[in-house]
Each structure stands twice: as C-alpha cells, then as structure tokens.
T-cell receptor, first 108, second 115 residues
Framework: ELKVEQNPLFLSMQEGKNYTIYCNYS?????LYWYRQDPGKSLESLFV?????AVKQEGRLMASLDTKARLSTLHITAAVHDLSATYFC????????FGTGTRLQVFP | DTAVSQTPKYLVTQMGNDKSIKCEQN?????MYWYKQDSKKFLKIMFS???????INETVPNRFSPKSPDKAHLNLHINSLELGDSAVYFC??????????????FGDGTRLSIL
C-alpha cells in the first residue's frame, strides 16, 4: 500500500530564511501534488508534478520531483509571515494518499 | 462562485444521533470524494464516486453511507454518531479522463463535533 511521509512535521522559521520540506513515498508513482491549508480553511492546490525531474515555482515556493528516489521537495526561499500554514504533499496511486502535513510558522 | 460547497459548515450533535452532510460542485467534474481530517490534521480518503458510481470505499464503518443523486452532488449520511466521528469532513471533486492528473478541488469542510 502506498505510504507518504513528510518531514519535518513542524517548522518554525525566521522571516528571510530558506528551508526545505521533504516528502517521501513508498511505491512507484509519477503524480505528486502539494497543497496548502490555512487554519480552519480548505485545501488549496499549489503544485502538480507529473514527471521525473519536474520543477515548478510560484513566488517563494519551489517544488520538485525525483521519481527514482521517490522524493518530492518543497523549498521555501526568504520566508515571509504570509507563508505560515500547513503544507501537504499527496501522491496518487489508485487514490490520493496524503502526507502527514508540515505545519510551518514564520516569525519576524 | 463557490466551486465545491458543503453544508453545514459546523455540526454539533449528541452521540447516537443521525446526521447528513451535503456537497455540491459546479465545476462539471465527474468524480467526487469524501475525506476525513482528524484532530492531528491527518487527511484520509473515505469514499469516491465517479458519475454516481462508487469506486473507492475505504475501511469505513458502515454507519457512514454516501449517496450521489447525480454527478454534481455527493452527500454523506452518518448513523449512530460516536465520539470518534468528531473531525472535519472535506468534500472534493476532480475530472477523470484528460483531466485525470489535475488536482482535486476541496470544499471548506464540515466541522463535526460529537457531545
């Protein structure tokens, strides 16, 4: 059964700093999604990664996919407070399996 | 225009009661889902319907019964509610076929609290 693990679970970082969230999955898949969830809110799609080596960027966030390593990363550049949220990766087999989520808090 | 809408947003009820959550999408998608998010924010699929047909039915107590009257609606009925049912329930939709790889669109969630 497909399993998806994220780390870290919690991330507290200072504004202006860089950091990476990691997403490992257990079986072959070439469909990887990143979502953002603000407290008490819905899930918002950030990135869709569909092939090995795929890289997508939006503002201060950049996501990549390495299907051979079964690893996706979400890199945060020069963090700002507005990025504070919970970030989920999700991997698609016969259904969408979500990672445990990374709760990101950016402080001044 | 709300793409995926759920009602109610909040549901507070007593153990043993029966309740329903409704979901509607206006995106023209043909696949709809129910997810449960627990207190630790862990998100897990419960059911999936494609064109009114059940295609995913996870290990969920049979007290939970989804119903899809048409491809734009997927409702969730829960019988004999238990304390462990307290969670946030999300409805989502996506497109099959050429839109298969596109992300799922989520509703705002229904926060169910069992007293």
């Amino acid at each position: 059964e497909l399993k998806v693990e994220q780390n870290p679970l919690f991330l507290s970082m200072q504004e202006g700093k860089n950091y990476t969230i990691y997403c490992n999955y257990s079986t072959t898949s070439d469909r990887l999604y990143w979502y953002r969830q603000d407290p008490g809110k819905s899930l918002e799609s950030l990135f869709v990664l569909l092939s090995n080596g795929a890289v997508k960027q939006e503002g201060r966030l950049m996501a990549s996919l390495d299907t051979k390593a079964r690893l996706s990363t979400l890199h945060i550049t020069a963090a700002v407070h507005d990025l504070s949220a919970t970030y989920f990766c999700a991997c698609r087999g016969d259904k969408l399996i979500f990672g445990t989520g990374t709760r990101l808090q950016v402080f001044p | 225009d709300t793409a995926v809408s759920q009602t109610p947003k909040y549901l507070v009820t007593q153990m043993g009661n029966d309740k329903s959550i409704k979901c509607e999408q206006n995106l023209g998608h043909d696949t709809m889902y129910w997810y449960k998010q627990d207190s630790k924010k862990f998100l897990k699929i419960m059911f999936s319907y494609n064109n009114k047909e059940l295609i995913i039915n996870e290990t969920v107590p049979n007290r939970f019964s989804p119903k899809s009257p048409d491809k734009a609606h997927l409702n969730l009925h829960i019988n004999s509610l238990e304390l462990g049912d307290s969670a946030v329930y999300f409805c989502a939709s996506s497109q099959a076929g050429t839109g298969y790889n596109q992300p799922q669109h989520f509703g705002d969630g229904t926060r169910l609290s069992i007293l």
